[in-house]
């Protein structure tokens, strides 16, 4: 299934907070996992990024969390911060036709509060 | 260096109009790509072109066209819009050898 499954839809966090948002999917092959963040009136940017032969990538204060048997992945974002208040979509890359593809997530609208 | 740059920005259209959203990217890259996001769905894939002179659909291609003009440019055209069609539109590139896909800034659609 060409599907990626988000969750939770939005989340509010206090400043400090470890806010988590998680990822299912059901295709094995899917072979690169990114994250991106979009803010107001912009669009994605790549966030971070982690193949399926890894368990965990850290970059600065975020962290994604990879479990391949279970097909799952999640975000973590340490010490939050009011500045990381963005929708932040995972994605899955697939190679159909020969071309890379994305599917992505539904989002979720995150919002830190001071 | 500007990246993607999409226009235009915000577009108002009447049902029934026609309406070519543009894209150009300077980062020499290959792979272009067309999305439509709307609220609660992420992104989906309307078209893309692996590389200059080619062109494919994607997730969700009917009621629109592409025109992969060169290697920088890359058109999406509504020939007939429908109130379906108000979205915020986003143009990607990419160059081979797994790098991410970089977006443009969106342009807002509104079909009355």
């Known amino acids: 299934q060409q599907q990626v499954k988000q969750s939770p839809q939005s989340l509010i966090v206090q400043k400090g907070g470890i806010p988590i948002i998680n990822c299912a999917y059901e295709?094995?092959?899917?072979?690169?996992f990114p994250w991106y963040q979009q803010f107001p009136g912009k669009g994605p940017a790549l966030l971070i990024a982690?193949?399926?032969?890894?368990s965990e990538k850290k970059e600065g204060r975020f962290t994604i969390s990879f479990n391949k048997s279970a097909k799952q992945f999640s975000l973590h974002i340490m010490d939050s911060q009011p500045g990381d208040s963005a929708t932040y979509f995972c994605?899955?890359?697939?190679?159909?036709?020969?071309?890379?593809?994305?599917?992505f997530g539904a989002g979720t609208r995150l919002a830190v509060h001071p | 260096n500007a990246g993607v740059t999409q226009t235009p920005k915000f577009q108002v259209l009447k049902t029934g109009q026609s309406m070519t959203l543009q894209c150009a990217q300077d980062?020499?890259?290959?792979?272009m790509y067309w999305y439509r996001q709307d609220p609660g769905m992420g992104l989906r894939l309307i078209y893309y072109?692996?590389?200059?002179?080619?062109?494919d659909k994607g997730e969700v291609p009917n009621g629109y066209n592409v025109s992969r003009l060169n290697k920088r440019e890359f058109s999406l055209r509504l020939e007939s819009a429908a109130p379906s069609q108000t979205s915020v539109y986003f143009c990607?590139?990419?160059?081979?050898?797994?790098?991410?896909?970089?977006f443009g800034d969106g342009t807002r659609l509104s079909i009355l």
């Open positions: 990607a590139s990419r160059d081979r050898g797994g790098q991410p896909q970089h």
């Open positions: 295709n094995t092959a899917f072979d690169y």
């Open positions: 982690i193949r399926p032969d890894v």
């Open positions: 994605a899955a890359n697939y190679i159909s036709g020969g071309y890379n593809k994305l599917i």
């Open positions: 980062m020499n890259h290959n792979s």
């Open positions: 072109s692996a590389s200059e002179g080619t062109t």
